[in-house]
């Protein structure tokens, strides 16, 4: 894999998958890269530049574990497009890895071209997303067999009861069935140190954060699935209007991880985003 050295003297690796102009893609967790695969083809349209985050896969355990906070990891993403020559670049996340990305549009406006969240957190910019958010997309799934256990699961979590997260896994993929569980495998967080200290201490700052996007200028995606616990469409919706012209995409039967429930849709739209912010 190929490396770079972050400000802090840590190496950081990435993946590299595809041909084209390079799309920076930040994964989840914090884990690595691999579960993002080739995001569902868009491999075709751009060249992949996926980074495991500083503690996972390839990317070396840093010694100051402080800097496993997301806005210490805004300068790792910088780092990465120096290390590229990018003058702009276009930056994809996903999940917890929106946090790092809009922090990185607040501190960097003028280094993006344009910008990807997808099954977007809201931690950064200070946005709850309620349990009756979460319930109204549970409700969607009723027909389901695994409904009646995963709805308890989540009744629970909701109350602020012990409960089994693996429980409610069911309800973030538009299929919940072989593939799925693989694909639930593969993307588990394995150093829990990074994901214990991501939003440690005041590692987000929603005042200013919020306040600097609203001067964000480049064109900005939220795409989120109809199915979405962690990101339900109706709080991702007040996650867009932060910015001063985003598009907000929800795609049909999908949940949190859209480029594996349904990789046509979700590549034709994504594709279709990169394209019109060139």
């Not at 890269?33 to 985050?53: E, M």
């Not at 910008?115 to 958010?133: D, H, K």
């Not at 799934?141 to 109350?159: G, I, K, Y």
Request: proline share 8%; glycine share 10%.
């Amino acid at each position: 894999m190929p490396t770079f050295t972050a400000p802090d003297g840590n190496r950081l690796a990435y993946r590299v998958t595809g041909e084209g102009e390079p799309l920076l893609c930040l994964p989840g967790g914090p884990t690595d890269a691999r579960y993002l695969g080739d995001l569902g083809g868009l491999s075709a349209h751009r060249r992949l530049v996926l980074l495991d985050p500083r503690g996972t896969g390839g990317s070396a355990v840093p010694e100051d574990t402080s800097s496993y906070r997301s806005d210490r990891q805004v300068e790792d993403v910088e780092a990465l497009r120096a290390h590229l020559g990018l003058p702009r670049a276009d930056l994809l996340a996903h999940s917890g890895g929106t946090n790092t990305a809009m922090q990185y549009a607040a501190r960097h406006p003028h280094r993006l071209r344009s910008l990807a969240l997808i099954g977007p957190s809201t931690r950064a910019v200070g946005i709850t997303v309620t349990g009756e958010a979460r319930r109204a997309v549970a409700a969607l799934r009723a027909h389901e067999p695994w409904f009646p256990a995963a709805s308890a699961a989540l009744d629970a979590l909701t109350a602020g009861k012990p409960a089994g997260f693996e429980a409610v896994t069911p309800f973030f993929y538009g299929r919940w069935d072989a593939a799925a569980r693989a694909h639930h495998a593969l993307g588990r967080p394995q150093n829990t140190e990074a994901v214990a200290l991501f939003g440690a201490g005041d590692a987000f700052t929603p005042g200013a954060t919020r306040a600097a996007l609203a001067a964000f200028g480049s064109p900005v995606v939220l795409l989120t699935g109809e199915f979405d616990l962690n990101s339900p469409p109706a709080t991702t919706r007040e996650v867009a209007a932060l910015f001063p012209a985003a598009t907000v995409t929800v795609q049909p039967s999908a949940g949190h991880y859209p480029w594996h429930d349904a990789p046509s849709a979700f590549t034709a739209a994504t594709a279709a985003f990169l394209g019109a912010g060139r």
